[in-house]
């Protein structure tokens, strides 16, 4: 089986083509990734020379390059993770998100429809989406696959579109395909701009740690692993047609997070406790920040078994770990761009 991941030199992308590439000799993964800003194949080292992955560099809104390699390779599933993905940078260039999010997804849509026509068996398009599609919780309550739509930020407007978009061509073209929403993952490869690893590197380097409002906002965290492996599972398993919610049953409000984070960070690195505590600084709310996030995993673990392996003090601890271990993958991606990134955005 030929199978397209897109997007995975990202964060998540990446430990899903690691998951593939190492669990599924049979097949062969074609990494598709445009290489933006959060793309970076330091992340797939590892398995770069497996004799069953190759990578094609490009952008997913480039329509006549995508139907160039639909053509070329045949490819018989399409796991879709590229996308642009951080909240902060779709409220100030929201165009960016519905171009690559939007557009791009129908792009390989109509590329895997052109090539199969009707010709389904056996094929699978697989749409990675988020549970920010939903909008917010209040204080109590899940999110189920069946909560309406009402997404708040332009990122997650953008990803309600290309779930509807995956949906319209499943029920028009009878294109078999299945959509899982996530909620927050973190682990090794996080780029240093979500709020895990953002902090990691500002503890590190003794810089403040800027909480959003009153810090709070509450996320629903899943090691990115798990992630990978619940991907695993839907595509091979998961009936077609359906949505499955994967969460961590792990919620945790921003600063108890933070201040975790602090503790097991003054640990590692023999600091006194208390030390990086010092540096939380809050600052000005992210506008249309979503109050709570929570997923009701319940049914991709009673219809697939699936289930977090990993608690997440231990995925906390394997993640610093792996931050401490990795500071020249750090300083590769705090360089340059990153620096007036982050200027902007804090100042
Ligand atoms: P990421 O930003 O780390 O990686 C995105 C990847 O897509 C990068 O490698 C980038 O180069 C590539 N890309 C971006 N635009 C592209 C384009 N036009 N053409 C080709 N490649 C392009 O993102 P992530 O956090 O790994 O998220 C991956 C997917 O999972 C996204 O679809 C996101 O919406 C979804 N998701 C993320 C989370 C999370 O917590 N990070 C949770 C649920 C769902
Ligand atoms: O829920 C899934 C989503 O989780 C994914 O779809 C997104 O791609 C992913 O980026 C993530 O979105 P969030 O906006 O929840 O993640 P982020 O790490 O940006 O922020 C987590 C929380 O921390 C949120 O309440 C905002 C807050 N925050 C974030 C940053 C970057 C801060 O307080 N300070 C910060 O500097």
New binding site residues.
């Given amino acids: 089986m030929k199978i397209l991941i897109?997007?995975?030199?990202?964060?998540?992308?990446?430990h899903v083509i690691r998951q593939f590439v190492n669990n599924y000799p049979e097949y062969h993964i074609f990494n598709?990734?445009?290489?933006?800003?959060?793309?970076?194949l330091e992340?797939l080292k590892d398995i770069e020379q497996s004799s069953n992955y190759s990578f094609l560099k490009?952008?997913?809104?480039?329509e006549s390059f995508i139907n160039t390699i639909f053509e070329e390779h045949r490819f018989e599933g399409v796991i879709?993770?590229?996308?642009?993905?951080?909240v902060d940078r779709s409220i100030t260039d929201p165009l960016a998100f519905a171009?690559?999010?939007i557009l791009?997804t129908m792009v390989l849509l109509n590329a895997f429809k052109n090539l199969w026509n009707d010709n389904w068996e056996g094929k699978r398009f697989y749409?990675?989406?988020?549970?920010?599609v939903y909008g917010t919780l209040g204080n109590t309550g899940l999110f189920t696959e069946t909560t309406p739509y009402d997404p708040n930020s332009p990122?997650s407007a953008s990803?309600a579109s290309?779930d509807h978009f995956v949906r319209a061509y499943g029920e028009t073209y009878g294109m078999p395909y299945v959509i899982?929403?996530?909620?927050?993952?973190?682990g090794p490869?996080?780029?240093p701009e979500?709020l895990i690893p953002l902090f990691i590197n500002n503890i590190i380097n003794n810089k403040s740690l800027p909480v959003y409002g009153d810090g709070n906002y509450t996320r629903d965290w899943?090691y990115?692993i798990d992630?990978a492996r619940a991907i695993d599972l839907v595509f091979h398993k998961g009936s077609n047609h359906e949505t499955y919610n994967?969460g961590g049953f792990n919620e945790w409000k921003n600063i108890d997070l933070v201040r975790l984070l602090c503790k097991l960070m003054d640990q590692q690195l023999g600091r006194e406790e208390g030390n990086s505590e010092r540096l939380i600084t809050y600052v000005k709310d992210r506008p249309g920040h979503d109050l709570r996030y929570a997923i009701d995993a319940s049914k991709i673990n009673k219809a697939l078994g699936w289930a977090p392996s990993v608690t997440f003090e231990e995925g906390l601890d394997k993640t610093i770990d792996w931050y401490l271990a990795n500071e020249e993958w750090l300083q590769h991606v705090t360089s340059g761009a990153y620096q007036d990134y982050y200027k902007k955005q804090y100042q």
């Fill in positions: 897109t997007g995975g030199a990202g964060f998540i992308g990446s598709l990734d445009a290489l933006t800003y959060a793309g970076n992340n490009g952008d997913i809104t480039d879709h993770l590229a996308a642009e993905s951080h171009k690559t999010n791009g749409h990675v989406s988020t549970d920010e990122y990803k290309s899982s929403n996530c909620s927050n993952n973190y490869n996080h780029f979500k899943l990115v992630h994967i």
